[in-house]
């Protein structure tokens, strides 16, 4: 029966989809930010550790860099794409090779600067539609810092949980610094939605990170 209300609804309709474009941009995005985390924590951490040759301390880096990215950027931004996808709208990563040759450079010097692109989005969404997209992203970074320091926690030493707890660290430190309620940032548009939702997820991320910081959970 029609309504007022009634839409035609285009095939394809809140289907999660990948281009060729975007993967290209993903696997330029994730090579180049492993590169960077390689450059700052073999440096900064990990060649430091006793019992591991050269060779073994950066396949270990290496390896905790990269599911660093994964875990704390690209998932983040899948989050984003595929609660935008399953509403309608079009999604895709690009990457920011500016941005990205900032982040290589800076690792270099010793300093984490990441910009390694965003989710590009185009369609009719409503501003509850927006905040739930722009949410997305922190709550995968909370849910997953979480999992990984608290197994890091439970094993309590190894090279196995420094990684977990290393991993848990750079999610929970995203889960705080996306929220932030600046502009291009999802706090912004997280909170002109839906304001107390807004306080619960900067809040509780913010709190995670600061005991991050303070040791409180080492």
Do not use: C
């Not at 924590?41 to 990990?46: H, Q």
């Not at 899948?78 to 800076?106: C, D, N, T």
């Not at 420094?162 to 940032?185: R, S």
């Amino acid at each position: 029966m029609y309504s007022p209300n009634t839409i035609n609804i285009p095939a394809g309709y809140g289907k999660v989809s990948f281009g060729k474009v975007e993967m290209k941009n993903i696997l330029i995005a994730v090579s180049a930010l492993t590169l960077v985390f390689t450059l700052v924590l073999y440096t900064g951490l990990i060649s430091s550790i006793s019992g591991l040759t050269t060779v073994e301390s950066l396949l270990y880096t290496v390896g905790v860099s990269f599911v660093a990215v994964l875990t704390g950027f690209m998932l983040h931004e899948l989050a984003h794409k595929i609660v935008a996808q399953r509403s309608g709208a079009w999604a895709e990563f690009r990457a920011y090779p500016m941005g990205l040759l900032m982040a290589v450079l800076f690792a270099f010097m010793g300093f984490l600067f990441a910009a390694p692109g965003a989710v590009y989005i185009q369609g009719m969404i409503s501003r509850k539609q927006n905040g739930l997209i722009s949410i997305a992203g922190p709550l995968t970074n909370l849910a997953l810092g979480l999992s990984f320091m608290g197994l890091g926690l439970w094993l309590n030493a190894g090279l196995l949980a420094l990684a977990l707890y290393l991993i848990g660290t750079v999610n929970l430190m995203l889960a705080a610094f996306n929220p932030l309620p600046i502009p291009p940032l999802d706090g912004y548009k997280v909170m002109k939605w839906n304001l107390p939702v807004y306080i619960v997820t900067f809040g509780a991320s913010a709190a995670l990170a600061a005991m991050v910081y303070l040791n409180v959970l080492a």
